[in-house]
T-cell receptor, first 109, second 114 residues
Framework: EDKVVQSPLSLVVHEGDTVTLNCSYE??????LLWYKQEKKAPTFLFML????IEKKSGRLSSILDKKELFSILNITATQTGDSAIYLC?????????FGQGTRLTINP | NAGVTQTPKFQVLKTGQSMTLQCAQD?????MSWYRQDPGMGLRLIHY???????DQGEVPNGYNVSRSTTEDFPLRLLSAAPSQTSVYFC?????????????FGSGTRLTVV
C-alpha cells in the first residue's frame, strides 16, 4: 500500500527560527514528490522534486529529495508569522497523488 | 483561465440525503481526482479518472460515486449522506501523470452532514 509519512505533525517555533520538515514515502512507480502550503483554503504549490540531491530554492524555502532513502526535507529559514500553515508532502505515483498527514507549523512573534 | 472550479463552497445536508459536488476544469486536463480532508489526516483520495469514460477507486471510495462523461467535468455523488462524510472536499486535476506536471486544486467544498 502506498504511504507518505510526515514528521513532525505539529511544530511551534519563534519568528526567526529555522525549521526542517520531513517526508518519507513508499509509493509504487514514483514519478515526483511535491510540497504544498495550505492556509485557509486549497493547497498552493511550493516545489516539485524528481531527482535526488538537487536542491530547489524559493526565497527562504528550500527542499531536497533522496530517492535512495525515500525521503525529502523542506527547510524554512528566518521564519515569519506568514509562514504559519499546514505543509503537505505528496508523492506522484503511476496514477495517484498520495498525501502525507501534513505538518502544522505555527510561528509565534 | 478559470482553472478548477468547485461548487458549492458550503453545504449542509441531513443524514440520508443525496447530493452532487461539482468539479469543472478548463485546462484540458486528462486526469481528475477527488480528495477529502479531515483534521490531522492530510488529503485522502476518494476517486480518480485518467480520462473521459474511465474512473477508479482511491483510498476511501465507500459512499461516493463518480462519472466522467466529458474531459471537463468530474462530479462526485453522495448517495446517502452520513455524518462521517462531514469533511472538506477538494477536486484536483493535472495534464497527465508523468513526472513533469503538477496538480491544480479547486478551492474546496465544506460539507456538514447533520
Amino acid at each position: 500500500e502506498d504511504k507518505v509519512v510526515q514528521s513532525p505533525l505539529s511544530l511551534v517555533v519563534h519568528e526567526g527560527d529555522t525549521v526542517t520538515l520531513n517526508c518519507s514515502y513508499e509509493v509504487t512507480n514514483f514519478r515526483s514528490l511535491l510540497w504544498y502550503k495550505q492556509e485557509k483554503k486549497a493547497p498552493t504549490f511550493l516545489f516539485m522534486l524528481t531527482s535526488s540531491g538537487i536542491e530547489k530554492k524559493s526565497g527562504r524555502l528550500s527542499s531536497i529529495l533522496d530517492k535512495k532513502e525515500l525521503f525529502s526535507i523542506l527547510n524554512i529559514t528566518a521564519t515569519q508569522t506568514g509562514d504559519s500553515a499546514i505543509y503537505l508532502c505528496a508523492v506522484k505515483g503511476a496514477q495517484k497523488l498520495v498525501f502525507g498527514q501534513g505538518t502544522r507549523l505555527t510561528i509565534n512573534p | 483561465n478559470a482553472g478548477v472550479t468547485q461548487t458549492p463552497k458550503f453545504q449542509v445536508l441531513k443524514t440520508g440525503q443525496s447530493m452532487t459536488l461539482q468539479c469543472a476544469q478548463d485546462m484540458n486536463h486528462e486526469y481528475m481526482s477527488w480528495y477529502r480532508q479531515d483534521p490531522g489526516m492530510g488529503l485522502r483520495l476518494i476517486h480518480y479518472s485518467v480520462g473521459a469514460g474511465i474512473t477508479d477507486q482511491g483510498e476511501v471510495p465507500n459512499g461516493y460515486n463518480v462519472s466522467r462523461s466529458t474531459t471537463e467535468d468530474f462530479p462526485l455523488r453522495l448517495l446517502s449522506a452520513a455524518p462521517s462524510q462531514t469533511s472538506v472536499y477538494f477536486c484536483a486535476s493535472t495534464l497527465d501523470t508523468s513526472a513533469d506536471y503538477g496538480y491544480t486544486f479547486g478551492s474546496g467544498t465544506r460539507l456538514t452532514v447533520v
